[in-house]
């Protein structure tokens, strides 16, 4: 395939193969990151793949598995690439002092920033490196 020439992806394709680690491996090496929705569960569940998705597209840890939402490593690199993800993180990272240094960090500016910062838990917004960062932000 000529590089500059993407592959394409159809709804029908992600079906056939929902239970297919190669198939969504190579959509996700095609950067076609929205093919996720249709994996199981299994698939869902699988880290490497998740995180390789999530350092693209941090829209993935809406589909990842309950126990990938509580990886710090997935979250930090899903948030990192969409801030407003982090409501889709498990409650224990949404009060970790490095979930919410990376997602404040890269929600600055972000027009959802108030609504960004909601999703993390109160106590973590008090701790004085985070009122640092929001500090910057002003």
């Known amino acids: 395939m000529d590089e500059e020439e993407e ?9 056939a193969n ?5 198939f969504f491996n190579q959509a996700i090496d ?7 929705a249709y994996a199981d569960d299994k698939i869902k569940a699988n880290r490497d ?3 390789k998705c999530a350092k693209l597209d941090g829209q993935v840890l ?3 598995s309950p ?4 990886d710090k490593e997935v979250v930090i690199a899903a948030v990192t690439q969409k801030p407003l993800i982090v409501k889709y993180a498990s409650r224990r990272l949404r009060q970790d002092l490095d979930v919410a240094k990376v997602t404040i960090t890269n929600g600055k500016g972000n027009r959802y ?3 960004i910062k909601s999703y993390l838990e109160p106590s973590i917004l008090e701790n004085p490196e985070i009122q640092e ?6």
């Open 67 to 70: 126990e990938l939402r509580d």
């Open 113 to 115: 920033f108030s609504e």
């Open 133 to 138: 960062i929001l500090k910057t932000d002003e």
């Open 18 to 22: 929902t239970h297919n680690i190669d």
């Open 62 to 64: 809406y589909y990842a």
């Open 30 to 36: 095609d950067k076609a990151t929205w093919v996720i």
């Open 7 to 15: 592959k394409e992806y159809d709804i029908e394709d992600c079906i």
């Open 49 to 51: 793949l998740i995180l």
